[in-house]
């Protein structure tokens, strides 16, 4: 199981993830810390713990907007929030790169990656690219191009959801190959 972490210990750039469904599944966003966002008045302020993630269909519950952030459960796409917004009263984990291969066959599948990260200011640079121009795939998609998909491509410049394919195919080499070949085929197809 993934070690909790604590909010003080957040870095910008830190790729981190929350627990949903009674821990069937992980939701993913890259930690940006200090950044600007639209109040419920469509002002803007800098809150100090801003979150960049892909939210999809369905993954927002009906509420009413954050006072902090601004975010409307009713926004799909890459949006900007405050952490408690992205943790929505769940557990707090960050995701590990460049980890050995045989300590990720024994990690749950969506919670690390042998791939090493690129450095912090690509790193927001990508994040903040997206969140700007709209553009992060073609739509969300919970199999191919989903909050992982988003969080790794920021991190590594490849979007590849762990998550999904260990999920599917079987978290070893062989299954992650399954997945590219899987995604391909979707990519193609869309």
């Known amino acids: 199981m993934p070690e909790k972490r604590r909010r003080d210990s957040l870095r910008p750039g830190d790729h981190i993830y929350s627990d949903r469904l ?31 993630h892909f939210l999809g269909v369905g993954k927002s519950k009906s509420q009413p907007p954050c006072e902090r952030c601004g975010h ?30 045989l300590k990720l066959r024994f990690r749950r599948s969506g919670t690390c990656s042998v791939k090493p990260s690129r450095p ?25 191009n989903n909050c992982e998909d988003f969080a790794t491509r920021c991190k590594t410049g490849e979007a590849t959801s762990n998550q999904f394919a260990g999920l599917a195919f079987g978290f070893s080499v062989p299954g ?15």
């Open 22 to 52: 009674m821990k069937a599944y992980y939701h993913h966003g890259i930690y940006v810390g200090k950044a600007p966002v639209k109040n419920l008045r469509n002002e803007e302020k800098e809150i100090s713990d801003a979150v960049i």
């Open 72 to 101: 409307s459960s009713q926004r799909i796409g890459i949006v900007i929030t405050c952490l408690e917004c992205f943790l929505e009263s769940k557990s707090l984990y960050v995701y590990e790169y460049d980890v050995p291969y």
């Open 120 to 144: 912090v200011d690509e790193v927001l640079q990508t994040a903040f690219g997206y969140l700007k121009d709209q553009n992060f795939g073609k739509k969300y998609n919970f199999l191919f």
């Open 176 to 190: 992650i190959l399954a997945y590219n070949v899987a995604k391909e085929i979707y990519e193609e197809l869309t």
